[in-house]
């Protein structure tokens, strides 16, 4: 301990001194990032750069001690910055700073292979050394360690306030030229408020992650909104770039155990830390708790090698055909690349991986929808359209794997705002996306009816999910009544029905939840469902009673599954004020007879060649069910 101490006191002299004596014009100088950054060093550099030329200042983000408007360093410095936070996006607009878009997973490389990339100094921030003279880089590893491996020269601010972070993020004193012992509080990153928007799209996205899946966050509102609608799930693991307060508040529900991984298994992985002091705390040498360099986290060997893996990152536009942009608003760059490819294509091919993208449906203003026919002249394209599965707003999801162009704009329309939804249709037909005579369901409620989904276990075993209809089931609909038996086609519709085409099914699946309601059956997850039931009433406005049928696929029949369907239904219908249910019920078709001989309601019913009419009032409960025929 004393032989470190003794090193570390004959290098320690004032930052200004020490920078004054190995700066030169022309350096290339790397800056610690986010929250890590070594606020009293960069003030010194500062202080310093009115008298020098051509320094260049490379940094991953800043946070801190940077000034925003950089037109009075034009002629000293540039800056230049792999992801633009708040501290760099006017000055980037501007032309004063520069953006260089690239994976993370990439830019160790740039500093180790890349003869351009040669780092004269480096500045970074560390904690007090250990006994064995190691520094931790605490809250940021990321890139700040191989710039460090990679630098010419290394100083480092010495802060007590940086925590001890265990994996691979220490230093030995032997491989930092100067030391600078100075004390100051860590900066800390408040996160965004709740919104009603990012809430409802977070309880979408909680439908999608399972038990015992791995989670990778961006930044941004949503997806720190998603991270507290997990509570409820079990052994959730974390592998992420950055990890946040989000992170934390769902460590403490108990939710993350790090069970369910298959890497790292009990560990909570990260490259940075962006957050409160109280994070900070939690991870100061925490066993629980791991933060490595980024060519170790965004590194897609080890993120493909996580069972169950879900990428969770925000976007600023999608076209109809699935085109990403994130990074900026038209030419105007907004964040940067960062890990959002290296953990959408990880995820992507890991065993049960998911890669989903999240946006409001439009602009903070809600001129501008987010949602579009083509994108912005001059956007980015950070994910290509092949590479999308998963898109959620506050609307709804649409999951666009294995689906064609048309599938995907009609998707994607149904979760636009709807004051937009018009607009993109058209938009859609003019480039012949879509069908010509493709329509859109009537908009009464403009939210997806999420609360009447539902889980229901029949026998032996089987659980089925249960929600309204999609106008985007098209297709699954047509799969489902084509593979009825010709019989239970002939008792579901009273006819001989051997073609179920487009202009058909699209009516039964455009509907406005108000009038008209349908719930299916459905087995799979989302995107790759199975109908294998449905039920459905269409009201009649003059009687206030609706006309319902419903079916269920011959090879789930049996199990209660229609009964189930009927009345659910009927709650639904009570809700909406509708006085009771009426059908037409063919004599020989005894199992739907059944189901409406139990629906817990005095069923009255009258024949007419060979056709029953069925009729009950939600206020005429039975305590036997029964079918009065009047004769």
Same mark, same amino acid.
């Given at each position: ?13 004032? #930052? ?6 190995? /700066?030169? =014009?022309?350096?290339? *100088? %790397?800056?610690? $990032?986010?929250? +890590? ?50 501290? #760099? ?6 032309? /004063?700073? =520069?953006?260089?878009? *690239? %994976?993370?997973? $990439?830019?160790? +490389? ?68 100067? $030391? ?452």
């Amino acid at each position: 301990m004393k032989q470190w101490t003794a090193r570390a006191r004959q290098k320690k002299r004032g #930052s200004v001194e020490i920078l004054r004596e190995i /700066l030169r =014009d022309g350096h290339r *100088i %790397y800056i610690g $990032s986010a929250c +890590g950054e070594p606020q009293h060093l960069v003030r010194s550099l500062i202080e310093l750069l009115p008298r020098h030329r051509d320094i260049e200042i490379i940094q991953n983000m800043s946070m801190g001690s940077f000034p925003d408007d950089w037109k009075r360093f034009e002629e000293n410095a540039r800056l230049k910055t792999f992801f633009v936070g708040p501290k #760099s996006r006017d000055a980037v607009n501007d032309g /004063l700073a =520069d953006y260089i878009p *690239i %994976y993370f997973s $990439s830019i160790p +490389g740039l500093f180790r292979e890349e003869p351009l990339w040669k780092i004269d100094i480096a500045l970074v921030q560390v904690s007090p050394p250990d006994e064995h003279g190691f520094c931790s880089m605490g809250i940021s590893v990321g890139t700040d360690k191989s710039a460090v491996e990679s630098a010419s020269v290394v100083v480092a601010q010495v802060n007590r306030h940086m925590p001890r972070t265990l994996g691979d993020s220490f230093l030995h004193l032997s491989q930092i030229q100067y $030391s600078v012992a100075y004390d100051e509080p860590l900066i800390e990153i408040v996160l965004p408020a709740q919104s009603a928007v990012a809430e409802r799209i977070a309880k979408y996205i909680s439908a999608l992650i399972e038990d015992g899946s791995t989670i990778q966050t961006g930044i941004g509102r949503v997806p720190h909104s998603v991270l507290r609608y997990l509570e409820s799930k079990k052994d959730l693991g974390i592998l992420t770039e950055v990890l946040t307060d989000s992170h934390l508040h769902l460590i403490r529900s108990g939710a993350v155990t790090g069970l369910g991984k298959t890497v790292n298994q009990g560990k909570i992985v990260a490259s940075f830390c962006m957050g409160s002091r109280e994070l900070y705390d939690f991870v100061d040498n925490n066993p629980e708790v791991e933060i490595y360099p980024t060519e170790y986290v965004h590194s897609r060997k080890l993120i493909i090698r996580h069972d169950r893996m879900v990428a969770i990152n925000s976007a600023l536009e999608i076209d109809l055909s699935g085109q990403v942009c994130a990074d900026s608003i038209g030419h105007k760059v907004y964040s940067g690349i960062g890990g959002y490819v290296d953990f959408m294509h990880g995820a992507s091919s890991a065993n049960g991986g998911k890669t989903i993208i999240v946006l409001p449906s439009t602009s903070p203003d809600g001129r501008k929808s987010r949602i579009v026919s083509h994108l912005t002249n001059g956007a980015g394209v950070i994910c290509p359209r092949s590479t999308i599965r998963y898109i959620v707003t506050e609307f709804g999801i649409a999951y666009l794997h294995g689906k064609t162009i048309r599938e995907r704009a009609l998707a994607l329309i149904n979760i636009a705002h709807p004051r937009f939804r018009q607009q993109l249709l058209a938009e859609a037909k003019n480039i012949h996306y879509v069908y010509e005579d493709q329509v859109l369901p009537p908009i009464y409620d403009p939210l997806y009816p999420g609360q009447w989904e539902t889980w229901q276990v029949f026998p032996p075993n089987e659980k089925l999910f249960f929600r309204p209809m999609k106008s985007t089931d098209e297709r699954v609909l047509q799969e489902f009544f084509y593979s009825l038996p010709s019989e239970d086609i002939y008792t579901r519709f009273l006819s001989a029905m051997k073609a179920f085409p487009h202009r058909n099914i699209q009516a039964m699946c455009n509907i406005d939840y108000e009038h008209v309601m349908a719930i299916a059956a459905v087995t799979g997850e989302i995107g790759a469902e199975k109908i294998i039931g449905m039920c459905r009433y269409i009201l009649d406005q003059k009687t206030n009673f609706a006309e319902v049928d419903f079916a269920v696929a011959s090879d789930w029949q049996g199990k209660g599954i229609g009964t189930f369907l009927l009345h659910y239904l009927c709650e639904i219908a009570k809700t909406k004020g509708i006085t009771g249910f009426m059908a037409f019920v063919l004599a020989s078709n005894r199992g739907m007879l059944t189901v409406f001989n139990n629906v817990g309601y005095a069923v009255h019913s009258t024949l007419d060649e060979s056709v029953y009419e069925i009729t009950f009032r939600f206020d005429e409960p039975a305590l036997a069910c029964r079918t009065e025929e009047n004769k």
